[in-house]
């Protein structure tokens, strides 16, 4: 099965050129988003791509005098989008194959982990679409941005501690034009669990999200992408806000996280605001996240406690392409608790500097960082990462 796995990813590298040419010249292309196939009108789209992430990194605590060095495949995904009825259809399914896509989210859990996404989207019009299925909820910026299209090679601990991430339901998306200005509006109704299988429960969880583009759009999609790639050539602007309340939920951090002990659930608000702004090479982003839960951790005879995140959060995060490819960033992220005494593990710092040299893009990278994060109680770590990504 891994062999077969490993013969359906290498196949587009197999003698591309090839390939290309036996294709009749109508019916298929290969460009920067993958492999692609259409049918003669038109009608109907089909394309595969895919997605490896090499990371190494070097742990130093200051504190304990220890540190760690690891190397892994931190991203091996596989990608299969499509279009049909002349676009009305738009449907998407993400596989993943390494361990740390599956191990962070529950592995131990009754789950399907290597699907990602599996979602079908209607387009009702041109400014409204209805879509089923498992797919991100549309939560803080830096969930929304892939991955593969960040300046440094992991997202933010402050973004760990309080995202929403994927889950299953019903995704309704809405945009609209005031003069120039452009108005993205998003609606779902999930169940609140994330990519594990669970029991049904009472509780469903409501998500809503607006963004607000003052200056027009970005080129190129360039509000989803972290960097200034596309050197905007006039201003540009997203402000958003995110809520969701997540019902009854049986894990810590929603759609993430251990199960609550003793077959308990929580009820977590969350609401988050963010802004993104771009021009001539120069980027800065930030997002500030506040979580309310109606308990602070659950408890067991025999394992002890786990903690349900809760308090403030936030991110200031900034980059500028001094040459065309090459990039240096900065971050700052902390979190603090409403109630430190039972959130400890919650309280950190984050400062770090990050150089990227893009060789096509987010498409094909290489990324270097540096930082030190500090946390409770009384640790301070300093960490290294290098990591390559390569896209087709």
Known sequence: MRFTLLLILLIPFL????QVQNFPEEGSF???NGLSFASK???????????????????ADFKAATNTTEFFVRRCRFSIKGTSLNNKVVYRVQLCFSQRDMSADNSREINN????????????????????GQTKLPGNRQRVNSSGQLQFAERSNTHDAFTLDRDRGIFFQNDFHIGKSLFKNFLTVSAGEGRITVSPNSGVCYTARTEWLP?????????????????EQKPKLSIAATYSYNDKTKRVKGQLGEYLYN??????????????????????????????????????????????PSGQAWLIQSGYLFTKKDE?????????????????GVFFREYMIGYSH?????????????????????????????????AF
Not at 113 to 132: E, M, P, Q, T
Not at 215 to 231: M, P, T
Not at 328 to 344: E, P, Q, S
Request: hydrophobic residues 40%; positive net charge.
């Open 15 to 18: 003698n591309i050129n090839a």
């Open 30 to 32: 290969l460009n920067d």
């Open 41 to 59: 009108d038109s009608s109907q789209t089909l394309t595969f791509n895919g997605r490896i992430q090499a990371l190494g990194a070097e742990f």
């Open 113 to 132: 982990l290597v699907l990602r996404d599996a979602v079908i989207f209607y387009n009702l019009s041109k400014a409204f679409r209805l879509g089923i």
């Open 215 to 231: 200056l027009g759009k970005f080129k190129n999609g360039g509000d989803y992408f972290e960097a200034d790639i596309e050197r």
């Open 263 to 308: 077959n308990e659930s929580v009820n977590i608000a969350y609401a988050e605001t963010d802004l993104l702004f771009k021009y001539k090479g120069f980027s800065f982003a930030t997002e500030f996240y506040n979580k309310v839960v109606s308990s602070n951790f659950t408890t067991s005879s025999t394992s002890g406690r786990r903690i349900i």
């Open 328 to 344: 240096i960033a900065l971050r700052y992220a902390g979190a603090k608790n409403n109630k430190a005494d039972v959130n400890v």
């Open 358 to 390: 893009y060789f096509k893009g987010h498409a094909l990278k290489l990324q270097s960082d540096i930082g030190l994060i500090e946390s409770k109680p009384n640790k301070q770590i300093v960490n290294a990462r290098i990591c390559a990504i390569a």
